[in-house]
């Protein structure tokens, strides 16, 4: 399977979505995200590139994951 990463965010510039997402849910944050979909990024094959304490959250062929207590979500298209 390929991978493109659209966004990750981690500590400081995860606080925004992460708030978002405890305020009104996958659906809202996976929406903000999206505005970081320029339609270029690097395709990566191989591995997974969630970790093993990660949620997810699947929408068409967009995987959303995130971890609350570490403090980052990222976007990932499947291509």
Known sequence: ????????????????????LEKEGENAVFQYLLQWDYGESTITKGDSPFGSTDKLFYREHFIMCYNNKVGYIGLIEVV
């Open 1 to 20: 399977m390929k991978y493109k990463e659209i966004i990750f965010l981690q500590g400081e510039e995860a606080t925004e979505p992460l708030e978002i």
